[in-house]
């Protein structure tokens, strides 16, 4: 990726989306390039927590594993995000795991340097609030869903969001249904019953490991998002 391509990337990241273009020009020279394959782990829970990734292409899946080996997923980061944000800022081991969904190209910034930014810029310090406000409204809004959503719901509103910001109408996802089941907090046989019921409906369509969804409004509408952005 060229210089103006990363400073475009970091410029949609809300972390570093307030810095000036030299301060995001160190951020670039600082970082460094990955590569991940599809099914390749970025780092697993426990791990330190070393560096902040940015994801340039592809998809991350964030995942906790229960004693018994379950996994709930938590959320999906694709390109302009970052992920291992909070690890980075106490210092402490990685909270959650985290597993290429697609292959994925990356820049990993040390937390030697993050810290020294953060240090030397007030507009770097409230980005890096802002971003902590989104994680925890992300995990209350997780919380209420489990307590006011139906898994169908549930479901409805996991495709909605993994289908982005798009005038598209037709989206492919990249995630199979068991993959969905974690990200949806349900059963495999559940989840797959709600795809059913949506496929029958023609809302989607599965085709092998992705779904196809053909109805981003009437999953909106079975979320309970249609007055929300």
Do not use: C
Not at 186 to 202: D, E, K, M, Y
Request: charged content about 25%; hydrophobic content about 45%.
């Amino acid at each position: 990726m060229d210089a103006r391509a990363s400073d475009e990337l970091l410029a949609g990241v809300m972390m570093f989306s307030g810095l000036d273009t030299d301060a995001r020009k160190r951020i670039t020279a600082a970082a460094i390039p990955r590569q991940y394959r599809r099914g390749q782990l970025l780092f697993v829970e426990g791990d330190p927590g070393e560096s902040l990734i940015m994801v340039r292409s592809g998809a991350v899946a964030v995942f906790r594993t229960a004693p018994t080996g379950e996994r709930a997923m938590l959320h999906v980061v694709r390109s302009p995000d970052v992920l291992g944000e909070v690890s980075l800022l106490d210092g402490s081991a990685r909270s959650a795991s985290a597993e290429a969904l697609e292959d994925t190209s990356a820049m990993a910034l040390a937390r030697t340097t993050f810290l020294d930014l953060v240090h030397a810029s007030p507009n770097m310090l409230d980005a890096v609030m802002r971003s902590m406000g989104g994680i925890v409204r992300r995990l209350t809004e997780q919380s209420s869903d489990h307590v006011f959503l139906d898994l169908p719901a549930r479901v409805a509103k996991a495709l909605v969001r993994l289908t982005g910001h798009t005038s598209a109408p037709m989206v492919t996802i990249e995630l199979n249904q068991t993959q969905l089941a974690e990200l949806a907090g349900g059963s495999r046989q559940s989840v797959n019953q709600a795809i059913g019921t949506f496929a029958l409906r023609g809302w989607l369509r599965t085709e092998g490991r992705r779904i196809v969804v053909t109805d981003i409004p009437a999953l909106r509408r079975r979320a309970g998002l249609d007055d929300l952005p």
